[in-house]
């Protein structure tokens, strides 16, 4: 993923060692809709809603974003289920996920989505490197409207 960021300019250097290697986000923030690490790395519902509480607070925390980048389905339903939340779409369903979808939501934000990087994506060319970062080139391009 650090490369793809650091290639349309959201990083500062294209790997990630440790917390200290002097990696800084420009622009963005990551964030995951759940806080640990399931079965399967498959969280049931319940495992989401317990941690919504943090996630709500990190969005309300981003006062300045114009666009939110959904990686993979749980993060995108996560999206929508705090805009459920919040009183700023009234149902899911008008937004479906599928890599490349595009959707300006209420609140005036853009929701991207774009399959999970996880290597079972990637190993299989479910996403491939060209696809991913034309999610960012995009995501760069709707902030800077």
Same mark, same amino acid.
């Given at each position: ?6 290639? +349309?300019?959201? $990083?500062?250097?294209?790997? @990630?060692? !440790? ?6 986000? &420009?622009?963005?923030? %990551? ?35 114009? +666009?939110?980048? $959904?990686?993979?389905?749980? @993060?995108? !339903? ?6 459920? &939340?919040?009183?700023? %779409? ?23 989505a774009s399959y999970h990087p996880s290597n079972q994506n990637t ?9 991913f970062t034309q999610i960012f080139k995009e995501a760069a391009r709707?902030?800077?409207?």
């Open positions: 993923m650090y490369p793809v960021l650091h290639e +349309v300019g959201f $990083a500062s250097q294209p790997l @990630a060692t !440790d917390r200290n290697d002097g990696l800084v986000l &420009r622009d963005l923030y %990551i964030t995951a809709a759940a806080r640990c690490a399931p079965p399967d790395n498959k969280p049931l519902p319940q495992e989401l809603m317990n941690c919504s509480s943090y996630l709500d607070r990190e969005f309300e925390c981003l006062t300045r974003s114009g +666009v939110i980048v $959904a990686l993979g389905k749980i @993060a995108f !339903d996560a999206y929508l289920s705090y805009l459920q &939340r919040r009183g700023r %779409i009234e149902r899911r369903s008008p937004y479906l996920f599928q890599h490349g979808a595009k959707y300006k939501t209420p609140d005036g934000l853009w929701l991207l190993q299989t060319g479910k996403l491939t490197r060209k696809m709707l902030a800077d409207q």
